[in-house]
Each structure stands twice: as structure tokens, then as C-alpha cells.
């Protein structure tokens, strides 16, 4: 079993930063791959961001492309989102998702556990 919790959402002009952490109990975490996901009101969850289980492999939605970075540190059983160049339509509340298997997918229906969300809104 893969709990996680999503933490470092914020309020941040355009042009800011942030980073977002996902924290993970359970044993198995560190062979899980792992997807942030976002979902901005009325509309549907997309995908952001994902990493294999070693970190050595990722991959990135267009429209977060060269502004979001994804990378993890098993050893704290953490996996985190630096966002650069954040813009009002990257507003949104954001997820961590993690699936029993190495390789990502940009498929929610392909993860197991999902936390909570974490709230980023980008003003202009």
C-alpha cells in the first residue's frame, strides 16, 4: 500500500515559482512511477509531469515543456515538481499519483494511488 500527500501549493504572481513536493509512505514507493496531474475548475484532470521509478526517465505535457521540472529523491520517499515561469492558466489544484509498475503513463486511469491535491492559483 502507497500513501501519498501533496504539499507546497501557493498563491504566486506570473513570472513566479514554486515546488511541489509529494511525500509517500510504504515500502514500495521507491519502484513506483509517479505523475503530477492538474485540474483547473470545469474542466477535466490532465496530465503535467511524470518519472519512472529511477528518476532516469520522464516525461512532460507541451504546455508545462522547458517551465516544469520533475524529479525524486527515494531515499526520502519524496518526489517533487519545481514550476518556473508560472502563468494564470497553470492555475489549478495539483495531484500526485503513483502506479505499482517502473514506467510512467500520462493515463490517470493507469495510477493507484492519488493524494489529495495541493491548490496553486497564478495571478497576473
Known amino acids: 500500500q502507497v500513501q501519498v500527500v501533496e504539499s507546497g501549493g501557493g498563491l504566486v504572481q506570473a513570472g513566479g515559482s514554486l515546488r511541489l513536493s509529494c511525500a509517500a509512505s510504504?515500502?514500495?514507493?521507491?519502484?513506483?512511477?509517479v505523475a503530477w496531474f492538474r485540474q483547473a475548475p470545469g474542466k477535466e484532470r490532465e496530465f503535467v509531469a511524470a518519472?519512472?521509478?529511477?528518476?532516469?526517465?520522464?516525461d512532460y505535457a507541451d504546455s508545462v515543456k522547458g517551465r516544469f521540472t520533475i524529479s525524486r529523491d527515494n531515499a526520502k520517499n519524496t518526489v517533487y515538481l519545481q514550476m518556473n515561469s508560472l502563468k494564470p492558466e497553470d492555475t489549478a489544484v495539483y495531484y500526485c499519483?503513483?502506479?505499482?509498475?517502473?514506467?510512467?503513463?500520462?493515463?490517470?486511469?493507469?495510477?493507484?494511488?492519488w493524494g489529495q491535491g495541493t491548490q496553486v492559483a497564478v495571478s497576473s
Open positions: 499519483a503513483a502506479r505499482l509498475a517502473g514506467l510512467y503513463s500520462d493515463h490517470r486511469t493507469r495510477y493507484d494511488y
Open positions: 510504504g515500502r514500495t514507493f521507491s519502484r513506483c512511477a
Open positions: 518519472t519512472s521509478w529511477s528518476g532516469g526517465s520522464t
